[in-house]
């Protein structure tokens, strides 16, 4: 059982920047794809970054693009979103995920685990 704490939210003002750290357990981190997903106030959890097991290939979600960076360090058992040029449709509780699958992948029903998420609130 793969267990996810992440960490790194608060509030910020337009135009800021924020680090989301997730750290993983109970598993060997560097065998699952890692995932940060996002819900909005009243909307459903969307997906936002996805990096594949040795960080080689990445995928973004059309909104977050040229704004956000996934990384991940497989001997911390850490993944990081970097979030810059924050905007208020950015204000979400943003979550990591991990999967197993050896395809890179944006379904949010692929994921296996999850982390109890972590706010981020951007002010205009």
């Known amino acids: 059982q793969v267990q996810l704490v992440e960490s790194g939210g608060g509030l910020v003002q337009a135009g800021g920047s924020l680090r989301l750290s997730c750290v993983g357990s109970?598993?060997?981190?560097?065998?699952?794809?890692m995932g940060w997903f996002r819900q909005p106030p009243g909307k459903e959890r969307e997906f936002v970054a996805a990096?594949?097991?040795?960080?080689?290939?990445?995928l973004y979600a059309d909104s977050v693009k040229g704004r956000f960076t996934i990384s991940r360090d497989n001997a911390k058992n850490t993944v990081y979103l970097q979030m810059n040029v924050l905007k208020p449709e950015d204000t979400a509780v943003y979550y990591c995920?991990?999967?197993?699958?050896?395809?890179?992948?944006?379904?949010?029903?692929?994921?296996?685990?999850w982390g109890q998420g972590t706010q981020v609130t951007v002010s205009s």
């Open positions: 109970g598993g060997t981190f560097s065998l699952y794809q």
């Open positions: 990096i594949f097991r040795n960080g080689g290939n990445t």
């Open positions: 995920a991990a999967d197993r699958s050896i395809l890179l992948h944006t379904r949010r029903s692929g994921y296996d685990y």
